[in-house]
């Protein structure tokens, strides 16, 4: 049976954590992000079905073909980060099901019915996206997620000729404490929560 985690590792995933602005100097190796993947691998999914595929824009170059996409407000963040993450879906990810979830035959659930493919990517993918956050901050590393860009742009300029789309976008270093501000309101329980 698991444990708690103790209070500096809730502090460090939850509580303490912050979505930043800018990082202070120091790279995000390929090892890194090898350990990230290697963590948030494990995040469950549907069916196993692992629909999320992720381009690492650590080049001068990615980072600013994905910046001219970006609202203004966000470019100089995907600039300055040491990395900036497109966290996209397959919308072909059923094709992996054969080897992913072999107790059943789950690719025949999605061949063809399109609405259950776009609705199973996007919400699976926002799933891994989140394991993302919580292994990069358990790998001692911040983020900055963001989703003020042009999709349909990102697509065509990364994913052009797949059936890959993008989801959202984030930011990924150390961050530097002097881009962010107050800690926004989390109401209490009784506010946003219902027991039926």
């Known amino acids: 049976m698991a444990k708690p985690l103790d209070d500096a590792a809730l502090d460090q995933l939850f509580r303490k954590a912050r979505s930043y602005n800018g990082y202070l100097a120091g790279p995000v190796t390929r090892a890194d992000m090898d350990a ?65 979830f072999p107790p059943a035959d789950a690719r025949s659930w999605f061949v063809g019915n399109a609405p259950l493919i776009e609705a199973s990517a996007f919400r699976n993918s926002s799933l891994q996206g989140a394991y993302f956050f919580i292994a990069a901050r358990a790998l001692g590393f911040d983020t900055g997620p963001m989703s003020g860009f042009d999709n349909a742009a990102v697509d065509a300029a990364f994913f052009s000729g797949t059936a890959i789309r993008s989801n959202f976008i984030t930011t990924l270093g150390h961050g530097d404490p002097a881009t962010i501000f107050g800690r926004l309101p989390r109401p209490g329980f009784e506010r946003f929560n219902t027991i039926a």
């Open 36 to 100: 990230i993947w290697e963590l948030m691998k494990f995040g469950p999914t549907s069916a196993n079905m692992l629909p999320a595929r992720l381009l690492w824009c650590e080049s001068a170059d990615a980072k600013a073909k994905l910046a001219a996409l970006a609202l203004p407000a966000n470019k100089p963040k995907i600039l300055n980060a040491p990395v900036t993450v497109i966290i996209g879906m397959d919308l072909e990810f059923y094709e992996q099901l054969p080897e992913l």
